[in-house]
């Protein structure tokens, strides 16, 4: 059964980078799309952009177009997820989750990676 | 300001009837795109509980229902449980922006 296994909690400096990982552990990716998903404590659920791994093929909200990059390894079925310039936001939550296609419901969740912003 | 509009909180007491809102347009769910719907628990992961407007995934009881019209959907809970208290989101995507996957805002359900 495959799950979604993200990389550990992370702690920044402002103005740095983070890179989450999400590996498709006992599976592969096939052709599905793997979405990342954002959420403040508090709030609501805030998507972020796509790839699509067999393709190599990402989209990115406009949000985040200027600072995310989000890449995949097929090889080893590991997605990954990179922001840069983080300010000191609040602690934030992101999640890794597959959808059969571009378009489709989200239909498997990685357990969320928390990333801490702070000097 | 989420793109698609959810009532903030729903209250039912336990075996009552509840339903969620999830208000839309023209380019997100009017223009003919799924609505989905996520059950997020405290300190948890979101789940998907129901995909294509109105399909339960395996295991998702069928006290859940879900319907879409013109530009909004619901989500409808019967026989209201206590562990049914959580989060619930809507979800979409929208032409305007470039197909861009959008969600509500989120709604707590709180069981009485």
């Known amino acids: 059964q495959v799950q979604l296994v993200q990389s550990g909690a992370e702690v920044k400096k402002p103005g740095s980078s983070v890179k989450v990982s999400c590996k498709a552990s006992?599976?592969?990716?096939?052709?599905?799309?793997i979405n990342w998903v954002r959420q403040a404590p508090g709030q609501g659920l805030e998507w972020m952009g796509r790839?699509?791994?067999?393709?190599?093929?990402?989209n990115y909200a406009q949000k985040f177009q200027d600072r995310v990059t989000m890449t995949a390894d097929k090889a080893t079925g590991t997605a990954y997820m990179e922001l840069s310039s983080l300010t000191s936001e609040v602690t934030t939550v992101y999640y890794c989750?597959?959808?059969?296609?571009?378009?489709?419901?989200?239909?498997?969740w990685g357990q969320g990676t928390m990333v801490t912003v702070s000097s | 300001q989420s793109v698609l509009t959810q009532p903030p909180s729903v209250s039912g007491a336990p075996g009552q009837r509840v339903t969620i809102s999830c208000t839309g347009s023209?380019?997100?769910?009017?223009?003919?795109?799924?609505v989905h719907w996520y059950q997020q628990l405290p300190g948890t992961a979101p789940k998907l509980l129901m995909s294509?407007?109105?399909n339960r995934p395996s295991g998702v009881p069928d006290r859940f229902s879900g319907s879409k019209s013109g530009s909004s959907a619901s989500l409808a809970i019967t026989g209201l449980q206590v562990e049914d208290e959580a989060d619930y989101y809507c979800?979409?995507?929208?032409?305007?922006?470039?197909?861009?996957?959008?969600f509500g805002g989120g709604t707590k359900l709180t069981v009485l």
């Open positions: 989750a597959r959808s059969p296609t571009a378009h489709d419901a989200f239909d498997l």
């Open positions: 006992g599976g592969t990716f096939s052709s599905y799309t």
């Open positions: 790839i699509i791994p067999i393709l190599g093929i990402a």
């Open positions: 023209s380019s997100n769910i009017g223009a003919g795109y799924d």
């Open positions: 294509g407007n109105s």
């Open positions: 979800q979409s995507y929208d032409s305007r922006l470039s197909g861009s996957g959008v």
